[in-house]
């Protein structure tokens, strides 16, 4: 069964870092696109970024950008995000996402179970 | 703020048919395919539609989708208290070039 597992979420001071993982299986992972999605408390979804299956195109959003790197190890069939001068606003949940294909249009076929992160 | 604009809520009886409009522009839904997820109340979103009016495996043909110019739609029929939950519409947009995700409908069946 395909599966995504995020780890690497908690608490976690506002300026501070994190870094969150997303381990896949069941299926050739270097064969598609990834991204994460952050679902704030009562609120709604809000992508966050995106790698392509080798990982040389890797795209965020506006609220991230600079802030956040996106990777992943095709050997370890292994997402991350290593997030940087964490705001309150980046409190939320992240899934991590697989994509439909490798194109960066493609829908978000498989999520995870998501992983929480609080700056406070 | 979400540049795909759905309506906050939707509702209906069972056995109705109820539709949840996604609106967008030209670099967004004018340009590319529109994907629905559904969220139930506590889990993870799940792929609905993706492609516009394509059902994943699994997906009940109860749940259809549509595209015309710059807006979609997602229209359950049959409605089920299962299908109690949030819809999102979801399309990649050339001028934030990311993706993004509509504000979101919860469906009440009453």
């Known amino acids: 069964e395909v599966q995504l597992v995020e780890s690497g979420g908690g608490l976690v001071h506002p300026g501070g870092s994190l870094r969150l993982s997303c381990a896949a299986s069941?299926?050739?992972?270097?064969?598609?696109?990834m991204s994460w999605v952050r679902q704030a408390p009562g609120k709604g979804l809000e992508w966050v970024s995106l790698?392509?299956?080798?990982?040389?195109?890797?795209y965020y959003a506006d609220s991230v950008k600079g802030r956040f790197t996106i990777s992943r190890d095709n050997s370890k069939n292994t997402l991350y995000v290593q997030m940087n001068s964490l705001r309150a606003e980046d409190t939320a949940v992240y899934y991590c996402?697989?994509?439909?294909?490798?194109?960066?249009?493609?829908?978000?076929?498989?999520w995870g179970q998501g992983t929480m992160v609080t700056v406070s | 703020q979400s540049v795909l604009t759905q309506p906050p809520s939707a509702s209906g009886t069972p056995g109705q048919r109820v539709t949840i409009s996604c609106s967008g522009s030209?670099?967004?839904?004018?340009?590319?395919?529109v994907n629905w997820y559904q969220q139930l109340p506590g889990t993870a979103p799940k792929l609905l539609i993706y492609?516009?009016?394509q059902r994943p495996s699994g997906v009940p043909d109860r749940f259809s989708g549509s595209k015309s110019g710059t807006s979609a739609s997602l229209a359950i029929s049959g409605l089920q208290s299962e299908a109690e939950a949030d819809y999102y519409c979801?399309?990649?947009?050339?001028?934030?070039?990311?993706?993004?995700f509509g504000t979101g409908t919860k469906v009440t069946v009453l």
């Open positions: 492609s516009n009016n």
């Open positions: 996402a697989k994509m439909y294909g490798d194109y960066k249009a493609d829908a978000f076929d498989i």
């Open positions: 979801a399309a990649w947009d050339d001028r934030l070039n990311g993706q993004v």
């Open positions: 030209s670099s967004n839904i004018g340009t590319y395919t």
């Open positions: 069941a299926f050739t992972f270097s064969r598609y696109a």
């Open positions: 790698i392509s299956g080798s990982g040389i195109s890797t």
